[in-house]
């Protein structure tokens, strides 16, 4: 079975960083797109970033500048460094990734997500 697993949430305060990890684990010959998605309590979960497996990214405007998505194929892990945070980036951050090739294909799967706090 195939999961992701991320790490790296915590509590910062405005103005600090954070880095984000997101490794996907068990049998696995590829993953097409790897990405973050947030949800705020009362808000829609959102786009953040997201990175296909040649490299090319994608950033929701709001996180331009500040934030960077990067990979590592080897290791099936994803990672978003995160700066110059600010309150209302507090959400808990989900890690997908589409287009799985295992013993099955897996369309989309989802991490169980990791609480961001950033503090005034």
């Known amino acids: 079975q195939v999961q992701l697993v991320e790490s790296g949430g915590g509590l910062v305060q405005a103005g600090g960083s954070l880095r984000l990890s997101c490794a996907a684990s068990?049998?696995?010959?590829?993953?097409?797109?790897m990405g973050w998605y947030r949800q705020a309590p009362g808000k829609q979960r959102e786009l953040v970033a997201t990175?296909?497996?040649?490299?090319?990214?994608n950033y929701a405007d709001f996180v331009k500048g500040r934030f960077t998505i990067s990979r590592d194929n080897a290791k099936k892990t994803v990672y978003l460094q995160m700066n110059s945070l600010n309150p209302e980036d507090t959400a808990v951050y989900y890690c997908?990734?589409?287009?799985?090739?295992?013993?099955?294909?897996?369309?989309?799967?989802w991490g169980q997500g990791t609480q961001v706090t950033v503090s005034s």
């Open positions: 997908n990734a589409d287009g799985i090739a295992s013993r099955i294909y897996y369309g989309r799967i």
């Open positions: 068990g049998t696995i010959f590829s993953i097409n797109s």
């Open positions: 990175i296909t497996s040649s490299g090319s990214t």
